[in-house]
């Protein structure tokens, strides 16, 4: 013990061995034994290995009794240096001051050279007890710290009792700020910051607008979205093509497009002449739709339908969000109205000037198109990528799991990012664990909303109404939808644009099918939270947050003579021939 810790008091000694020894009998005979020696060390009396006379007496002066072997005491260079290695190697973070008081030297210069080549590090290892007080940094042994680091984090993980899968459908919502503003006070400052954590998220087109950022932003106005592409700050790409003539689309802000790189997602084949054609001008610059219609030899409609599925293949784009916001051919009709009011017009900037015209009247025609390529071009490498992408799901999410990471179809799955979201846990900004039940055995999470996730009280049961899509809403995507026996398999929950879940108590309770034509209930009917759930659908329509229901079915049967019909009528449903309607 001597030989490895190094000089020690009669009580430190005693506190380092086995309960049921006598430190001081053993030192004693070690001492008969020539074998450990006693030296006066800062006005204090301490045990060393006798083999440690030299290194004591050329590092701190301390005089050493006699009758040693020579070999004891032959001259040992750095010997204040290895004297502070030993002690680094063999104690906690510890101050310049701490072995000030210890020896009686002043080390500074020792530990700065220490630190040069790598022997210590320095830095605020405790800051509750240095950084915090005095403001003084600490030096440490770096296996040391990695010791401390790995003992620190197994306490922690134990610490972790798993949570139930509903109170993760609790924690999201409240973690996406789902209806925490109100809205005084909604502009676009409070749109980027929503907008930050969402980044690379491909959803449908139309829901951005209609459920995902009004719900996080209290009051939404499009204007603030085409202020911000308008300026160039944000920037959207298509994701995919979706049913109708629609899609996802992915919004990011141009300063980190290429960081995060583009949204997974597997095109449609694009490879045709006409895809081509566009492609050559696109590449020529960014142009308007006019100047597609003079440079590009197409028809209006077939120049519309070749530029969305550039669009959707994630290869164009435009400096403006009016275009997702516009039925697929509603551009192509007016540019071609506008082209046969300028028949006559025999020279190019005629009909030129009769594009702008209808342009003014028609907010569909907002905008440049271009390539997307030069948005990710730059970009770092893959390693860099991957800690940026782990660190905004961790943001998103607050908890990020196995089953999260594949709903998002990230490329690589939850493998590519294990190794970064691993290294920010030896960082201290994530916490590794098993934090929900059922879920994959390694989740990561901020440590705040490890708190939030287990300080939510379990009898919370106010319902709130998601789209089926929102990333707030966990399941079909980290939770499995519920099964409920004798539910028409034609009408079981999924994720589509145009469907919303009710949940209550972390649990789906109601699914209104896309269109509003249906609704399944995915509890019993004696529940006692499907009241309040229907109660909750209704008021969403009457705000404006869903336009309107015509309900033809419930759980598969005729609305009108259903179990829920009464109930229906009697939230503001009205009977019609075939359906119950209900408008804002």
Not at 114 to 139: A, F, H, M, N
Not at 370 to 396: I, K, N, Y
Not at 514 to 543: F, K, S, W, Y
Request: glycine share 10%.
């Amino acid at each position: 013990m001597l030989r490895r810790v190094g000089d020690l008091t009669q009580s430190e000694a005693s506190a380092r061995v086995l309960k049921g020894l006598e430190a001081t009998k053993m030192l004693d005979e070690l001492e008969r034994e020539r074998r450990a020696i006693k030296l006066r060390i800062h006005g204090e009396q301490r045990w060393i290995d006798a083999a440690d006379a030299g290194l004591y007496r050329d590092a701190l002066g301390a005089a050493p009794p006699g009758g040693l072997p020579a070999a004891f005491l032959e001259d040992v260079t750095d010997a204040l240096t290895k004297l502070i290695v030993r002690y680094a190697a063999t104690h906690g973070p510890f101050t310049t001051d701490e072995v000030r008081a210890r020896y009686g030297v002043d080390p500074s210069a020792a530990l700065r050279e220490l630190e040069r080549d790598g022997t210590l590090v320095r830095g605020e290892l405790r800051p509750q007890q240095s950084g915090g007080i005095t403001g003084e940094r600490e030096w440490c042994d770096p296996e040391v710290l990695r010791r401390i680091r790995r003992a620190s984090l197994a306490v922690l993980r134990k610490e972790i009792e798993p949570t139930d899968q509903r109170a993760l459908a609790r924690f999201l919502p409240g973690w996406h700020g789902i209806d925490r503003h109100q809205a005084a006070g909604a502009g676009i400052d409070r749109l980027r910051e929503v907008l930050v954590p969402l980044q690379a998220l491909p959803l449908p087109a139309e829901v951005w607008e209609r459920d995902v950022l009004p719900r996080r932003i209290g009051a939404y106005s499009p204007a603030w979205m085409d202020e911000l592409c308008a300026s160039g700050e944000v920037v959207w790409t298509g994701a995919g093509a979706g049913s109708g003539r629609s899609g996802r689309v992915a919004l990011y802000f141009r300063d980190d497009a290429a960081l995060l790189g583009p949204p997974s997602f597997k095109p449609g084949p694009v490879a045709t002449a006409e895809h081509e054609l566009v492609r050559d001008r696109l590449r020529n610059g960014a142009c308007f739709f006019t100047d597609l219609l003079v440079d590009v030899d197409l028809a209006p409609e077939q120049l519309q339908e070749v530029l969305w599925d550039l669009v959707w293949a994630g290869e164009a784009t435009n400096d403006a969000f009016a275009p997702l916001r516009a039925p697929r051919l509603t551009l192509a009709r007016a540019q071609r109205a506008a082209l046969e009011r300028s028949r006559g017009q025999a020279s190019r900037f005629g009909r030129r000037r009769a594009g702008s015209g209808a342009r003014g009247t028609n907010a569909h025609v907002q905008g440049r198109w271009s390539l997307t390529e030069p948005l990710f071009r730059g970009a770092p490498d893959p390693q860099a990528r991957r800690r940026a992408v782990g660190e905004l799901l961790l943001e998103r999410h607050g908890i990020v799991t196995r089953e999260q990471v594949l709903a998002e179809g990230l490329t690589g799955g939850f493998s590519a990012i294990y190794p970064e979201l691993t290294q920010l846990e030896t960082l201290g900004v994530a916490r590794r664990g098993y934090f929900v039940e059922g879920l994959g055995g390694a989740q990561f999470a901020l440590p705040g909303a490890v708190e939030r996730l287990r300080a939510q009280p379990a009898d919370e049961s106010k319902p709130v109404v998601l789209a089926a899509v929102d990333p707030a809403q966990p399941f079909g995507a980290a939770l499995p939808w519920p099964k409920r026996g004798g539910a028409d398999a034609s009408r079981r929950p999924s994720r589509v644009a145009g469907a919303y879940v009710v949940l209550s108590g972390g649990e789906p309770v109601l699914y209104l099918e896309r269109g509003g034509r249906g609704l399944v209930t995915l509890v019993e009917n004696t529940d006692v939270r499907l009241q309040p759930a229907l109660a909750a659908l209704v008021d969403q329509v009457r705000n404006g947050a869903i336009k309107r229901l015509a309900l033809e079915k419930v759980d598969g049967e005729p609305a009108l003579g259903s179990a829920l019909g009464p109930a229906l009528v009697a939230l503001g449903f009205q009977e019609g021939p075939r359906r119950l309607t209900l408008s804002a």
